[in-house]
Nanobody, 116 residues
Framework: QVQLVESGGGLVQPGGSLRLSCLAS?????????MGWYRQAPGKEREYVASVTSGSKTNYADSVKGRFTISTENAENTVYLQMNSLKPEDTAVYYCNALYVGDNYWGKGTLVTVSS
């Protein structure tokens, strides 16, 4: 079983930055997993934001490309999402995801609000 706990959300003005963290724990090999971030805005479906594979290959949704950066610290079982140049449309609950073969785990989310 894997537990994922997100942190770092909050209120930020447009153009500002935030860094989200996701700490993974449990009986698993963190470095084997594809780690990702998803988000769900009010009244909308959950959508993909970014991911990083076990081979350190990163991928981003077009809407965040060039503004967000995903990274991992395997020694700390942590995945980060650095978010720059935030826009009001980035407002959402951000969820951490861990995927490996038949295992698919989710955190409970952290709220990011971009507003002046």
């Amino acid at each position: 079983q894997v537990q994922l706990v997100e942190s770092g959300g909050g209120l930020v003005q447009p153009g500002g930055s935030l860094r989200l963290s996701c700490l993974a724990s449990g009986r698993f090999r963190f470095s084997f997993y594809r780690m990702g971030w998803y988000r769900q805005a009010p009244g909308k479906e959950r959508e993909y934001v970014a991911s990083v594979t076990s081979g350190s290959k990163t991928n981003y949704a077009d809407s965040v490309k060039g503004r967000f950066t995903i990274s991992t610290e395997n020694a700390e079982n942590t995945v980060y999402l650095q978010m720059n140049s935030l826009k009001p449309e980035d407002t959402a609950v951000y969820y951490c995801n861990a995927l490996y073969v038949g295992d698919n785990y989710w955190g409970k989310g952290t709220l990011v609000t971009v507003s002046s």
